[in-house]
């Protein structure tokens, strides 16, 4: 399977823990998504990687959360000291990222990581 | 803050109808895709239009982007259970930003 992956698929942990989610993009993608996505909602932009560049974050990604991509691959999400509304599908993208187009990238998205804190 | 508005938010119909999903905004976007969402799993991609007045198909599925590029439309002809989900369009938003603004979605329910 040449498609995004995720793991795990689902997590579940107690208030205050801190969790880390990771994320493989299709291997010739050089841009990378997170998104957060609760019950009834459609998913929510949080923020993107230019191959290890940070470029863009929500004021949805509080100080409490942090992703990174260190060698322009793999990607991590983490969230300290978790609390019961950081309870959500997170999904991971990733797009080619050709220079020059004139419109935002095609996005291809991964099954999703199921975080609940109890 | 562009919003994208997506209507009927559900839908359930028998196996053989036509039905037309809508996806409205105040904004021009620069690009609209569309997706199918089952439980539990991430959003799969179906189209993507740039063109405003573009029009694809895909088998029994056409997709429109309107002429100012604020709307686009998912038609589905003789719809059957396996289109059964949740329809999510996202639109690409201006001005260098990468994100994509998603809709709440249409939760579509073919029965046999």
């Known amino acids: 399977d040449t498609g995004v992956s995720q793991d795990p698929r689902h997590k579940i942990t107690k208030r205050g823990q801190n969790v880390t989610f990771r994320c493989d993009p299709i291997?010739?993608?050089?841009?990378l998504y997170w998104y957060r996505q609760t019950l009834g909602q459609g998913p929510e932009f949080l923020t993107y990687?230019?191959?290890?560049?940070?470029?863009?974050k929500s004021r949805l990604l509080s100080d409490r959360f942090s992703a990174e991509r260190p060698k322009g691959s793999f990607s991590t999400l983490e969230i300290q000291r978790t609390e019961q509304g950081d309870s959500a599908m997170y999904l991971c993208?990733?797009?080619?990222?050709?220079?020059?187009?004139?419109?935002?990238?095609?996005?291809?998205f991964g099954p999703g990581t199921r975080l609940t804190v109890l | 803050t562009q919003l994208l508005e997506q209507s009927p938010q559900f839908l359930s119909i028998q196996e053989g109808e036509n039905l037309t999903v809508y996806c409205n905004s105040s904004?021009?976007?620069?690009?609209l895709q569309w997706y199918r969402q089952e439980p539990g799993e991430g959003p799969v991609l179906l189209v993507t239009?740039?063109?405003?007045?573009e029009v694809k198909k895909l088998k029994r599925l056409t997709f429109q982007f309107g002429d100012a590029r604020k709307d686009s439309s998912l038609h589905i002809t003789a719809a059957q259970p396996g289109d059964t989900g949740l329809y999510l369009c996202?639109?690409?938003?201006?001005?260098?930003?990468?994100?994509?603004?998603f809709g709440k979605g249409t939760k579509l329910t073919v029965n046999p």
């Open positions: 291997s010739e993608h050089n841009r």
């Open positions: 993208a990733s797009s080619l990222g050709t220079s020059g187009q004139r419109h935002t990238d095609t996005q291809y």
């Open positions: 996202a639109g690409g938003t201006q001005g260098g930003s990468e994100k994509l603004v």
């Open positions: 904004s021009v976007f620069s690009s």
């Open positions: 239009v740039v063109t405003g007045g």
């Open positions: 990687f230019q191959n290890e560049a940070q470029l863009e």
